[in-house]
T-cell receptor, first 111, second 116 residues
Framework: SQQGEEDPQALSIQEGENATMNCSYKTSINNLQWYRQNSGRGLVHLILIRSNEREKHSGRLRVTLDTSKKSSSLLITASRAADTASYFCAPQETSGSRLTFGEGTQLTVNP | DTGVSQDPRHKITKRGQNVTFRCDPISEHNRLYWYRQTLGQGPEFLTYFQNEAQLEKSRLLSDRFSAERPKGSFSTLEIQRTEQGDSAMYLC??????????????FGQGTRLTVV
């Protein structure tokens, strides 16, 4: 099945620095979605990028999509301690409807 | 509308008992998903509905698991004869399916199941 694989598995940075997380997938997609999850809580939708889009911004978030390389990246600028969470990408296949998640990137932002 | 809601938030049950969870999606959403998540792992797909039809079910889902969405609105997930390995967070999500794809999926806060 189509599963997003996030890289790195863990990332630790200082407040104010930028954080970049990458996602790779295997087959054709309709869109790719990024989510955040704080420990023990549900997933919060961050941003959806469609297959015909290359870049999308939302506040301090910037997502890119390269369908030729089957990869996406999430950049969080000027990070804050409150950004500490797990981040997941979920590609949505053209042939199906399920969203499939990888193991995520655990981001720690140190104050 | 306050988003996707799940009930209960926590459930502790003895091994061998049956449990049922409920999910109320965002009202205009026609697609509903169930996921299971254990500590340190990403959400694992279980099944999804479009309106009342169950369109896909994970091969990992044993016969002890059954899900329904009788009127295309709320959904229930039942686990029969629970085992300790069923202990996990059960997440529900909903989205709006359109001709060209679907919108983003919104998740509930989950039901944490502990089987003792």
């Amino acid at each position: 099945s189509q599963q997003g694989e996030e890289d790195p598995q863990a990332l630790s940075i200082q407040e104010g620095e930028n954080a970049t997380m990458n996602c790779s997938y295997k087959t054709s997609i309709n869109n790719l979605q990024w989510y955040r999850q704080n420990s023990g809580r549900g997933l919060v939708h961050l941003i959806l990028i469609r297959s015909n889009e290359r870049e999308k911004h939302s506040g301090r978030l910037r997502v890119t999509l390269d369908t030729s390389k089957k990869s996406s990246s999430l950049l969080i600028t000027a990070s804050r301690a409150a950004d500490t969470a797990s981040y997941f990408c979920a590609p949505q296949e053209t042939s199906g409807s399920r969203l499939t998640f990888g193991e995520g990137t655990q981001l720690t932002v140190n104050p | 509308d306050t988003g996707v809601s799940q009930d209960p938030r926590h459930k502790i049950t003895k091994r061998g008992q049956n449990v049922t969870f409920r999910c109320d999606p965002i009202s205009e959403h026609n697609r509903l998903y169930w996921y299971r998540q254990t500590l340190g792992q990403g959400p694992e797909f279980l099944t999804y509905f479009q309106n009342e039809a169950q369109l896909e079910k994970s091969r990992l889902l044993s016969d002890r698991f059954s899900a329904e969405r009788p009127k295309g609105s709320f959904s229930t997930l039942e686990i029969q004869r629970t085992e300790q390995g069923d202990s996990a967070m059960y997440l529900c999500a909903s989205s709006l399916a359109l001709l060209g794809g679907s919108t983003e999926a919104f998740f509930g806060q989950g039901t944490r199941l502990t089987v003792v």
